[in-house]
């Protein structure tokens, strides 16, 4: 099989695309795809100061790499999430990763810094482990990125990620989740803006952009991701892909080019300052702040124990697809 | 040939001399959802395999939390 740009040996299939690339040409294919999405979305320039979520497996890094490789002001923030040996190796290749390429990487315990590890979020919280993760990293990112004076918060979603996300809110009818999956959303009363700039690579594309950039990446899985919501929501993707090369690009660029104005304003609410901890959020105490005392069996107040917020506890919770406030999920 | 798996790391010997797509059709493997690396390199789905190939098989679908 020969490359499409230079007739060499092709080592990447891309059957969307009905081509392949050469171990030369296709890290050039991606950083352009990148490339692209950046100005589509006119989602930062090179003025501007980046922190990267940064989780040590293949989409973050791949992420980090090809920003820092164009030229951008990217930090990294690695999350301890306290699970056990993964999170060990996680942070490791995320050290690993900074420490080569002489980039800044800031790293933040979540037991250290906020009382509590997700296994122990898991058994204690109300939901699932990875509604509770999704919902504390994003927290840890916004606040970490406000607090560092940061522009904006780069995160490692891939097209999978985005469809699989997409797939499950229109299941669901969940417009004003649908409403607010863009690839970039700006910044506003205390959220920082926001952006993927890998939502038009697929999950093949970023691993096999990591492998041939020589990125010592964290292959294995997260022990406690089993049975989670977005994975089946991706098989079922890929079953329809595997016959129908192109699908999960076409839901998702669909929608990003026409499906995005039909909800437009089914997510105008409101952003106050949480009564705890001063972060954005809808209500008298953000969704954070109200796990975070539940599983530290702690009141945050008597509004807390209130029948209404309970229930917006349960529903930010039980999300796995896209939890939370005000936006989308945030990989590490 | 032996061909090495991943989530959980294990190992298999299959015969060769076909190409990777057979491979991955006899264990059942969406071509479209792994890495496949031979010798340290990447390769094709389209690519002959040899008695003496070792393989590795790289899953790319990551499913962590939102």
Known sequence: MKCKRCSGSAVVE???????????CFPEVFTEQVRKAIRRFDMFDPSDRILVAVSGGKDSLAL???????????????????????????HDAAVAFAEARGAELRVVDLAERYGYDIPTAGRKGSRSTCAVCGLTKRYVFNRAAAE???????????????????LGNTLR??????????????????????VKPLHRLSELETAAYAFLRGIDYVVEECPLVAGNTQLRYKNAMNTIEATSPGTKAQFLFGYLDRGIPLFAGDDDVALVPCGSCGQPTIGRFCAFCRARAQILGEHLGSADRAGTDDREVARSLSDEVLPAEIYGGAET | MKVKLRNPDREVELHGGRPIREVLAELDVDPDTVLVIRSGELVTRHENVGNDDELEIRPVISGGAA
């Open chain 1, 14 to 24: 891309l059957r969307r695309h009905n081509a392949a690339f050469c171990k030369v």
């Open chain 1, 148 to 166: 560092g004076g940061f522009d904006v918060i780069a995160t490692g979603h891939n097209l999978d990620d985005e469809a699989a996300t997409l």
């Open chain 1, 64 to 90: 980090w790499d090809v920003l820092l490789t164009t030229g951008y002001d990217a930090t990294g923030l690695y999350l301890g999430l306290g699970i056990g040996g993964y999170s060990d190796r996680s």
């Open chain 1, 173 to 194: 009818w969940k417009t004003d989740y649908i409403a607010r999956q863009s690839p970039a959303l700006p910044a506003r009363d205390g959220m920082v803006r926001k």
